[in-house]
C-alpha cells in the first residue's frame, strides 16, 4: 500500500522501480496463482498486494494484484501476455501513480460534483479531472475556481436531435481529452442505448436510492411514501437498462417518521456523496471488475 | 424513564402511585397538547416523557405520554374519554408495567425465536409469552426449555381446509389466551386475507429483506443475483398485501462479492433478529403507531 | 416542521405569523409541560412539535418547542417571562427562520471547511457565515469563491503575546460581527482558558477520534498502534478541559488492519465532516442544551 | 468458499480431497507468494481463496490460503516445513472442516453465552463446545438443554488460593478436552497473568466498551457519565494487560440523552454478542494472526 519507495536519482524511466496493478477475469482453473506469482518473480516484480476471488456460481476467476518492478508498464504488458492467452484472461495492467482522466457530468444538484473536486484537489481521489460537463450552467464558477474546464451542453427537450447532439458532443469531449472514466454526478439526463453501450464500464452513476428499491423518478418521494426507516444511494455502472447496472458500492442513513420527503433529499445528499466518492475511488485504484451484472470489488 | 418511583407500603392497588401509557391520533388542531397536559395537570399525573408529531401529509396529529399517576387505568379511561371525544382522537390508555401476551409463531428457522425467547427471560422485552407455534416440531424442546407451552399446528399442501383449520386453531388460541400480539419470527406460510384483517395491527412479520427490494420467496437468493453491498431485514405489520405492509423497523449489513447466498442468509440472521427484536420491544411498550401504510415510531 | 405557511401578502412584520423555537431547562416538578402549553394556547401560538427530557440523575427537566403564531420575538420574551420566573427556567425564544452567524475557523486541512461553505450555500445549513479565520492562508481563496470574508489571524511559536493577540483579534471580530456560534473547522490551535471561558457554549470542535479514545495530538496514529477496528470523530463544545468538553456527535466508520496511518486519516475526513455538520446544524437550529458535562440533543 | 466439493464414496481418508487452511507470517521479501503458491501447484493442491498482509511498519507479511487437495493434513505438514524454514515462517495447516474445540465460560449475564450456544447449534459457527464454565451456577440449565457439559468452579473473595485453585481447574479442563479456545463469554473474573501467558492466543474476552475508552468496572456508567452518543463493545485477546490485549472485532450502536446506564446495558448486549461471535468465528476459521499488539483479520 505504501507508495514511499525511494525514487531513483537519475535514471530513464524505463528503468525505475515503478508500481503497478494488474488486474484479469478467466474461467477458474488450477495454476492461475502460480502462474501469476511466477510470472511475477521471474521479472523481478515484488507483490505488494494481491487479491482474488472465484466464483462458484459462474466458474470465474477473479485477481487483483498490486506489484513494483524496475521496468515499464509497455515491457509488463507485452511480456504478460503469454500468461494472458494461456489461461484465457482478460487482463489489464496499469502503472499505480497514473491518475485515471474524469469527466464529470452535473445538472442542477451539485453536492457530489462539489465533493468530488474537492476530494481530487487535496489528493484523496487518484483523478485528473478533465472536465466539468453540465446540461446547465449552475456550476460554471464552481469548477472555475478549481481550474476545470466547464462545458455547457444544453439538452432541449422536444427539440429534435438535442439529445443526439449533446451526446455527440460528449464522446468527441471524451476521445479529444482521452477520458477514461465519465461520472453521473446527479447528472439527471437519461442516457441513449449506444451512448451506453459506447461507455460500457467506463461510466458510473449514483442512482438516489437503496437499489433495487425505487428505481426511476423521485426516489425520495417513492421511499417517503412507502416508509422506510433507512434511506439509501446506489453508486453504479451505466447499461441500457436504467438503473439496473452492476452495483458498486451502495449506502444508507437511518431516517424517522418526521423526516419529510425534503429533509430525505438532505439526508441523502450525504449518502449519494460518500457512495459516489467510494465507487470513483475504487474504480480509479483498479479494483473494480466486472462479473455479469455484478461487481467485484476488491477493497 | 425511571422504573424506580418507591412502591408504597400498604395500600390498595387503586390507590397506589402506577405508570401509565397514553397513545393518541387525531386531526391535526391548535390545543391538543394543551388539552391533554391539562388533563393530565388536572387529575394529578406527571408527565415522565411525552412525543408528539404532525403529519403535514395528512393533517393527522400523534403522540405518545408516559405519566405516573396515583389512580388507576380504569378511571383514567373513563375521565379521559371527554377530551379524546372533543378532538375525535383514536386513544389507548395501558398500565406501562403491564406486560404484553404474545405468541411467537416460526417454521424451520429458529434464530428469531431463540432471541426473542432469551430477551424475554432476561427482562429485556415487556412480554409475556404465552404460547410457541409452529407448523413444525423442531423447536418443541427450545419452547420447553423456557417453560412455554408449544403448540404444533400443522399445514398441510393440498389438504382441503388445512390452512383454514390451523388459521381457526390459532385465532382459539389468540382469544383463549387473551393474546395482544401475534408475532410471524420467520412463520413460512402465507396468511390468509381474512386473518390478517382479524389481526390487523396486532400481527408482526420479519421479511428477511430490505423491503420493497426482494419481496416474496427467497429474498436472499435476490439480493445475491442482483450484487447488492448490503442486506437488509424489515420487521412489518403484517397486511393482506403480502410484504407491504406498515414498516416498524428495518436493520442492513454490509456484504462483499464474495459471500454465498448461503453466507447471506447467515449473515441475514443477525439483522433479522435485531430488526424484529425492536420491532416487537416498540409495538410492546405502545411506542408504535399507524399512519396509514406507515408507522410513526416514538423511540 | 413544514417551512412552507404562506406568506402575508402585507402587514407589518409583527403582524405575521412567525416560526418559533423555545428552549428551557429547569428543576423538574410538576406542570411544566402544561404551563408551557397553556402559555402558548393563550397567546394563540400552535405547537409545530415539542421534545422534552428529564434526567432522574440530575433532576433536570429539558424542553424544545417550535411553535408557529401572529406575534413578535419580543412580544414573546417579555410575556414567557413570568412563566420561566415561576419555575426557575433558564430559557431563550428565537425566530426559527432567522440564520445564525458563525464564523469557522481553520488551520491546513480544509475538508470540514469546504462542506461547511456547500452546506450553507445551498441552504442546508441554517447558518449565515460570516467569516474564515485562520492561522494559515491556504484556504483564503476558498472563502473569496463563496464570498466569505477571510480573516489571517496568525499565531507564531515562540513570540510574545501572539496568542493572546490572536484571540483578542478573534474576540473583536465576534463581537463586531455579532458572531453566535464559533467553529472550529480543524483549527489546531489550543485556546487559552479565558478564550474558552468568553465563548462557553458557543463555540464547538471536531475532534478527530472517537472521544474519550485518544485525547490530544495525532489520534489517528494512536488508533492506528491500538489497532481499532473502528475509527471516529467527535463533535463537541469547546471547554478549559482539552478535549473533555460536552459532546454533541460522534460517528465512526470501520478500518481494516490494511489500513495505514495516512488512510485512516483519509478514512477520518468523511466522519469528522458528517460528525460537525450534524453538530453545526442542531446547533443553529437549537436543538443542543447543556446538562453539565453532557449534552440533549432533540433531533 | 464453497463447501460443496463431492465427496469420494469410498476411498481411506488419506485419499480424500480435503479442505485445508495455511496461515503464515514471516519477514517481508519477494517471492513468498510465488513460494506457497509453488509448493501447492507442485503438490496437486487447489487455492480456493489466498489473502495476504505485508506490514511496512514491521516488515511482516501475513498470509491466508483456503485450498483443496488429495491430501491429510499430516502429510501436507511434513512436506511444508521446508518452505516454511527457508522463508522463517511461523506458519500452521488446519484441516478447514475441522471443528475447533471451545469452552465457554460466563459469570452472572448470559446473553453472549446464550448466543454462541445457538450459532453453534445451527451450524453458524465452526466450533465444538466441549464445556461451559461459569464462577456461579445460573447458566447450568442453559448448558444442559444443548447437551453441553456445565463446570461450576467457584472463585471465593478472600479465600486464600481460590482463584489459584479455580485456574488450576481450568487448565486441566482444557487439556483433558483438548480445548484450542477459552472463550470469556462475559466472565467477571480477573485472571491471573500465568493463566494469561498459558492460554496466550488461545482466550478471547468481549469487553463491554469500544476500546481503549473505558477500561476496567462499569463501563457503561463510564459511558453515561461522559456522555458519548454511540456506545460499542470489544472482543479482544486476552493478555496479562488487562483490557489492552490485541483487538480482534468491535462494534458500536448509537445512543440518545435519554438512555439510562441500566439502558445502555440492555443496547450493549446486543453489541457484545455481535463483536464476539464475529471474533469467535474468524479465530475458528483461522483468520486472525496475531501482530504484535495489533491483529490481522482475513475476512
Not at 507485452?78 to 485515471?100: C, N, P, T, Y
Not at 437519461?190 to 453501450?197: G, M, W
Request: net charge negative.
Amino acid at each position: 500500500m505504501s507508495q514511499s519507495h525511494p525514487a531513483p536519482v537519475a535514471a530513464a524511466e524505463s528503468e525505475q522501480t515503478g508500481q503497478f496493478v494488474l488486474t484479469l477475469s478467466c474461467p477458474d482453473k488450477q495454476g492461475i496463482v502460480h502462474a501469476v506469482s511466477s510470472y511475477l518473480f521471474m521479472t523481478g516484480c515484488n507483490i505488494e498486494d494481491s487479491q482474488q476471488f472465484g466464483d462458484h456460481d459462474t466458474g470465474l476467476f477473479f485477481m487483483r494484484v498490486h506489484f513494483t518492478g524496475g521496468t515499464t508498464v509497455d515491457k509488463l504488458r507485452a511480456s504478460f501476455s503469454a500468461v494472458g492467452d494461456s489461461f484465457r484472461m482478460d487482463w489489464q495492467i496499469h502503472r499505480a501513480e497514473e491518475k485515471m482522466r474524469v469527466v464529470l457530468m452535473v445538472s442542477k444538484f451539485g453536492h457530489c460534483l462539489n465533493d468530488l473536486l474537492f476530494r481530487s484537489r487535496i489528493g484523496a481521489l487518484p483523478v485528473e479531472i478533465a472536465a466539468v460537463v453540465s446540461n446547465h450552467t449552475d456550476f460554471a464558477e464552481l469548477a472555475a475556481s478549481y481550474d476545470v474546464p466547464f462545458h455547457h451542453i444544453p439538452v432541449k427537450k422536444g427539440t429534435e436531435n438535442s439529445k443526439e447532439e449533446a451526446e455527440a458532443r460528449l464522446l468527441r469531449l471524451v476521445e479529444d481529452e482521452r477520458v477514461e472514466l465519465v461520472v453521473l454526478a446527479r447528472y439527471m439526463q437519461v442516457l441513449s442505448d449506444n451512448l451506453c453501450k459506447q461507455l460500457s464500464g467506463r461510466i458510473i452513476n449514483i442512482h438516489h436510492s437503496f437499489l433495487p428499491s425505487f428505481k426511476g423518478a423521485k426516489p425520495y418521494h417513492q421511499a417517503h411514501v412507502r416508509g422506510v426507516k433507512l434511506i439509501g444511494a446506489t453508486a453504479h455502472y451505466v447499461t441500457a437498462d436504467l438503473d439496473e447496472g452492476p452495483i458498486i458500492e451502495q449506502e444508507v442513513e437511518r431516517v424517522g417518521h418526521e423526516v419529510t420527503p425534503e429533509q430525505l433529499v438532505a439526508v441523502g445528499r450525504d449518502v449519494e456523496c460518500q457512495a459516489l466518492a467510494r465507487a470513483v475511488k475504487w474504480h480509479s485504484e483498479h479494483r473494480v471488475l466486472l462479473n455479469g451484472q455484478r461487481t467485484v470489488v476488491f477493497t
